[in-house]
């Protein structure tokens, strides 16, 4: 069964970093995309930054390209988002999603909060 495990949120100042991890089982990296998402308060859920399988292609939302970096360690079964630069409106929670890169099953973490404000 899939799981998907976030950490890393909480409360940073405009300007600074986090970096967020989402801890997989049930599932390899070279079969399974691997993205971040965010949702903001009255906002729709919207796509942040992916890497594919089994490539490790990544692909960046226009908003956060340049700030941000997706990776992931095979050894540990976890990816990363790196977050640089951050500003209010990056605001959200951010979830993790594991998608099959021939099922197309798709799997959801249960998020966590990302907090930018003075």
């Known amino acids: 069964q899939v799981q998907l495990v976030e950490s890393g949120g909480g409360l940073v100042q405009p300007g600074g970093p986090l970096r967020l991890s989402c801890a997989a089982s049930?599932?390899?990296?070279?079969?399974?995309?691997m993205s971040w998402y965010r949702q903001a308060p009255g906002k729709e859920r919207e796509f942040v930054a992916t890497?594919?399988?089994?490539?490790?292609?990544?692909h960046y939302a226009d908003s956060v390209k340049g700030r941000f970096t997706i990776s992931q360690d095979n050894a540990k079964n976890t990816v990363h988002l790196q977050m640089n630069g951050l500003k209010s409106e990056d605001t959200a929670v951010y979830l993790c999603?594991?998608?099959?890169?021939?099922?197309?099953?798709?799997?959801w973490g249960q998020g966590t909060q990302v907090t930018v404000s003075s």
């Open positions: 049930g599932l390899t990296f070279s079969t399974w995309h």
């Open positions: 999603n594991a998608r099959g890169r021939r099922s197309g099953s798709a799997y």
């Open positions: 890497i594919t399988a089994p490539g490790g292609e990544k």
